[in-house]
């Protein structure tokens, strides 16, 4: 259940991430980017944590 409860925690924080790219680039909510890389490096990290925090959530689970 904890990886779980981590995978929505970090499911809100992407949240954040794209919201700060997409809506409001100059003055984000979460992070001020940069460049595009730095962007999609931290869109592929999270995404990728947020997928295994969350299978690996409701493996345990069951």
Known sequence: M???AFGIILFLILGFVQYSW???PNNGVAI????KSSY???TIVLGALVGYLITTG???SY
């Open 2 to 4: 904890t990886n779980l």
């Open 58 to 60: 409701i493996f345990q």
């Open 22 to 24: 997409f809506y409001d």
């Open 32 to 35: 001020d980017f940069k460049s």
């Open 40 to 42: 999609i490096i931290t």
